[in-house]
């Protein structure tokens, strides 16, 4: 176990709506990112917070966005659902330190986008 | 050049045998090297990790062979297990300030009892 919950765990939605995807990283960490995975694909990354401010963003538009709060809890808000959107949406935790990071993942959040 | 590529997609080994999942890429800033397992409806979880300075790094029956001149690393499962059967992910990062992660596509990786 990670430590690291995510929820909810499946979800359907149709396109042009709004999600909110939840992650709760493990006590002590400072740092979350959010990756997308598609279907037999690695995951991408999304964006990282680090103490509850951007840190860093990878090819995703403006409709994608988060928050990181002082309880180590963290959203993923995704406005104007595509299609495409369709896949599972990965949590990491980590603590920052000199040389890189350890990342701990949670089991996921599946979207499927109708 | 943020490329990370994984081959094969796919591996069948015999119970006991040896599995060999290779990965390379091209930006020399990445220093940290991961290998993540996941299993269905499972994140990833890390395996093993690398950095630059080391050829190898075992832990119990995995281990990463690093070739930094060639810009490639491979994860070995020694006496692999039906157990073992997941999908592999190889990744890299360098500490740019945002450490984030270079996923490979990843190896599925089936053993066979």
């Known amino acids: 176990e990670t430590g690291v919950t995510q929820s909810p765990t499946h979800l359907i939605k149709t396109r042009g709506q709004q999600v909110t995807l939840r992650c709760s990283s493990q006590?002590?960490?400072?740092?979350v990112s959010w990756y997308q995975q598609a279907l037999g694909q690695g995951p991408q990354f999304i964006f990282q917070y680090y103490r509850e401010e951007e840190n860093g963003r990878g090819n995703f538009p403006p409709r994608f966005s988060g928050l990181q709060f002082p309880n180590y809890s963290s959203e993923l808000n995704v406005n104007a659902l595509e299609l495409d959107d369709s896949a599972l949406y990965l949590c990491?935790?980590?603590?920052?330190?000199?040389?890189?990071?350890?990342?701990?993942f949670g089991s996921g959040t599946q979207l499927s986008v109708l | 050049q943020q490329q990370v590529k994984q081959s094969p997609q796919s591996l069948i080994v015999q119970k006991g045998g040896i599995s060999i999942i290779n990965c390379a890429y091209e930006n020399t800033a990445f220093d940290y090297f991961p290998w993540y397992q996941q299993f269905p409806g499972k994140g990833p979880a890390l395996l093993i990790a690398i950095r630059p300075d080391v050829s190898e790094k075992k832990e119990g029956r995995f281990t990463i062979s690093f070739n930094k001149s060639a810009k490639q690393f491979s994860l070995h499962i020694m006496d692999s297990q039906p157990g073992d059967s997941a999908t592999y992910f190889c990744a890299a990062s360098y500490s740019s300030g945002t450490y984030k992660y270079i996923f490979g596509t990843g190896t599925r990786l089936k053993v066979l009892a």
């Open positions: 006590s002590g960490h400072n740092t």
């Open positions: 990491a935790s980590s603590v920052r330190t000199a040389h890189n990071e350890k990342l701990f």
